[in-house]
């Protein structure tokens, strides 16, 4: 499983976009971007998922680089019940495990 | 309304003692896991199961074992728990065909004395 790179912290104002970025410079032609994230005192919860290209869901949007080596989760107008650790996982579409990294740690302020 | 519940929510055990800790799921998925949680890390996988009756190991199922007893009950078991077993311990499922999409419960924070 291709390991992850993420910053392991960022900080936003509520109403900007933030950006979250991850590089996977080993990700194999099978495998998948997946995007969890998670609050204080509770368990992960899915955001999106992406092959390629640029996905866009209800939470966030993801955009994948044309080499797949880098993503960037991109969350608009952020507010403070966004501030949670957000990780970034790459799998194989086929694969059950889940591999969390130390993640990236977002501070919203007011 | 929760689709993957845990009980209890908190425990403190005793060194040596047996834990049970208990994870129940709605969402009729095949696919149930244990993660522990160290304070400030990701998550670990210890022992997942695909169907009722059987369980597999994870990447650290040392100490633990666990008991699927049907589709929807998912249990890990620390027969002799110890110190450093001192952790969040959270349960997941996913649906057959979208690994991936792990729907996590709430956790359970065991405290081991």
């Known amino acids: 499983l291709a390991k992850t790179t993420q910053p392991p912290s960022m900080e936003a104002y509520e109403g900007q976009e933030v950006n979250v970025s991850c590089s996977h410079t080993n990700i194999a032609t099978s495998e998948y971007i997946y995007w969890y994230r998670q609050v204080p005192h509770q368990g992960p919860q899915f955001i999106i998922q992406g092959y390629k290209d640029y996905v866009v869901n209800e939470v966030a949007s993801l955009f994948i680089s044309a080499d797949r080596k880098l993503s960037t989760l991109s969350l608009p107008w952020v507010s403070l019940r966004d501030a949670a650790v957000y990780y970034c996982?790459?799998?194989?579409?086929?694969?059950?495990?889940?591999?969390f990294g130390s993640g990236t740690q977002l501070t919203v302020m007011p | 309304e929760a689709a993957v519940t845990q009980s209890p929510r908190s425990k403190v055990a005793v060194t040596g003692g047996k834990v049970t800790l208990s994870c129940h799921q709605t969402?009729?998925?095949?696919?149930m896991y244990w993660y522990r949680q160290d304070t400030g890390h990701g998550l670990r996988l210890i022992h997942y199961?695909?169907?009722?009756?059987?369980?597999e190991k994870g990447d650290i199922p040392d100490g633990y074992k666990a008991s699927r007893p049907s589709q929807e009950n998912f249990s890990l078991i620390l027969e002799l728990a110890s110190l450093s077993q001192t952790a969040v311990y959270f349960c997941?499922?996913?649906?057959?065909?979208?690994?991936?999409?792990?729907?996590f419960g709430p956790g359970t924070r065991l405290t081991v004395l």
């Open positions: 969402n009729n998925h095949d696919y």
């Open positions: 996982i790459v799998g194989g579409s086929g694969s059950w495990q889940l591999i």
């Open positions: 199961s695909y169907v009722a009756d059987s369980t």
């Open positions: 997941a499922s996913s649906d057959w065909g979208n690994y991936a999409e792990q729907f």
